[in-house]
């Protein structure tokens, strides 16, 4: 099995108790430790403490990779090319997670059908 890299969304389903065949060295971006964070701050009463746990699960099981400037590059021609072939612009986030699996040649693994057809990235539907 590949190296790869978790979309949110599989994130999400391992804290409900999904059942998700993880790549080796299953790595996270730091979108998604952001988009984490910003759940549980705008989070209820009743969601929060599932929401941190999960926040909590990610921080602990996996490593998270930095936007960079190699990323940069990544998600300029991810974005240009989903344009180009009149998909519009990808949004930001998904954008900048699959540019982060593309700097480090990793599989992107997600269960998001808009990271479908990004132009210099390997999905695996999980």
Do not use: N
């Amino acid at each position: 099995m590949s190296r790869g890299l978790l979309d949110t969304s599989v994130v999400i389903a391992l804290a409900r108790g999904d059942t998700v065949e993880l790549p080796d060295g299953a790595a996270i971006s730091a979108v998604t430790l952001c988009g984490l964070h910003h759940g549980v701050l705008i989070a209820d009463e009743r969601q929060r403490p599932g929401r941190l746990a999960t926040l909590t699960m990610a921080e602990r099981r996996f490593r998270s990779l930095p936007v960079d400037e190699r990323v940069a590059l990544h998600y300029g021609r991810i974005v240009a090319a989903a344009r180009r072939r009149g998909r519009g612009r990808p949004k930001t986030a998904d954008a900048l997670i699959a540019a982060t699996a593309a700097a480090h040649t990793l599989t992107l693994y997600t269960r998001d059908e808009d990271f479908r057809g990004l132009d210099g990235v390997t999905v695996v539907f999980a």
